[in-house]
């Protein structure tokens, strides 16, 4: 069952938001509300929610609704932002946070409901990809594939990197055998995987990811992670 969170610091446009939401998802839904934007970072953080749609809105009283949003970007990377607004001023500063729409209060009847299903249909396709799963501190922890850069082995642990953090040394609850993952993630050296989707460049001896961090290719894997490279555009 998804759950959609709707952020709104003025209750008639929470209201508002809240009767179109429920008006255009399924009833099985989780549809909830808040008005502060640091309670539910808080709550995310906590795991007493887990959103997998954010409705938005910009500015939340003193608090500036992108910043939150970047926060969601990096704690739940595969939820799926949609930002409200009544100032259209925002529309270029909102690109600062990974989100699917700009809708204004004065357009909500007309684009919220296309937001939604756009947001419906990533999180529908997403479920079929593969994520990296790994556990920390006693929990177990999901990094999409579209967030993953690179695995690296460091003694009995390894290394997660994703696009909007580095995890550190973690156990891993994930198998590289498993077939989900052939054709997106690559060994290119005794300790590093790679995420083919997320290489930027092919240096002689590196992987340049999209970070800007280089990744040793050894000679043992040199041939295959070439071939790779120039086959298939992906790299």
């Known amino acids: 069952m998804a759950q959609i969170m709707i952020c709104d610091d003025n ?20 549809v909830r509300t808040c008005s502060d934007g640091i309670s539910l970072l ?6 007493e929610s887990a959103p997998d749609i954010v409705i938005l809105d910009i500015k939340l009283g003193k608090l500036n609704g992108i910043r939150i949003a970047g926060e969601i970007n990096h704690l739940l990377p595969d939820c799926q932002v949609i930002f409200l607004t009544g100032y259209s001023d925002y529309a270029s500063e909102a690109y600062v946070a990974d989100h699917i729409w700009f809708v204004l209060k004065d357009q909500l009847n007309e684009y919220l409901p296309a937001a939604l299903e756009k947001a419906m249909n990533n999180l529908s396709e997403r479920q079929f990809l593969p994520a990296f799963l790994f556990r920390s501190n006693r929990k177990i922890y999901r990094v999409a594939l579209n967030e993953l850069l690179y695995v690296e082995r460091v003694g009995r642990k390894y290394r997660v990197v994703g696009q909007a953090a580095d995890y550190g040394s973690v156990n891993l609850a994930s198998d590289f055998s498993d077939p989900l993952w052939k054709g997106h993630l690559v060994r290119c050296h005794q300790g590093y995987w790679v995420n083919t989707a997320k290489v930027y460049a092919l240096d002689r001896n590196d992987l340049v990811m999209v970070n800007g961090d280089r990744i040793p290719i050894s000679r043992t894997y040199r041939k295959k992670v070439r071939e790779l490279f120039f086959a298939s555009r992906r790299l």
Do not use: K, T
């Not at 808080?42 to 795991?47: H, K, L, P, S, V």
């Open 42 to 47: 808080r709550e995310i953080e906590a795991g």
């Open 11 to 30: 209750p008639l446009h929470l209201d508002r938001a809240l009767a179109l939401v429920r008006a255009a998802v399924d009833p099985s839904y989780d």
